[in-house]
């Protein structure tokens, strides 16, 4: 059964890149696990102040729009009896439904629980490679 995105899902995603609202809208059409969109673009105060928390580990985030005016990251987190999780195990079951939404797309995608240092699980942003 597709997923609804709820008003603060929809309203997280109005400064994203419009290929990676494609993928969340195609996630919402495909997904077999519930999710929300946590956040899209952030304002450099807001990330100023979650490099202060340490929940964020730079200033050069995706997060932030761009040149081109959009955020190129958004942070998705699955949904558990309508509540969010932050179980890996669960991240690890979600990731593939998102990277095959992707795929479908067309659309390149990196997802932060594949990074080696830093892993952040509700983490996806568009390649600096193919966006720069
Ligand atoms: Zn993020």
């Known amino acids: 059964m597709p997923i609804t995105l709820g008003a603060k899902s929809l309203s997280e ?4 890149h419009p290929d990676l609202v494609r ?18 673009s952030r304002t450099v ?9 340490g929940v964020s580990t730079t ?13 190129h ?9 309508g509540k969010v999780t932050w179980d890996w195990s669960v991240y690890n079951k ?7 939404a992707a795929r479908l797309e067309k659309v390149p995608i990196e997802w932060g ?15 600096t490679k193919q966006y720069p």
């Open 13 to 16: 995603l109005t400064h994203v």
């Open 23 to 40: 993928v969340v809208h195609r996630l919402a059409a495909i997904s077999t696990m519930d999710f929300t969109v946590l956040e899209g």
């Open 45 to 53: 105060a807001q990330e100023r102040l979650n490099v202060a928390k």
């Open 59 to 71: 200033m050069n985030s995706k997060h932030i729009p761009g040149k081109d005016g959009y955020a």
């Open 73 to 81: 990251a958004v942070d998705i987190a699955p949904l558990v009896n």
């Open 94 to 100: 979600f990731s593939p439904i998102v990277k095959e």
């Open 113 to 127: 629980g594949d990074w080696k240092t830093f892993k952040d699980g509700p983490h996806y942003q568009l390649p």
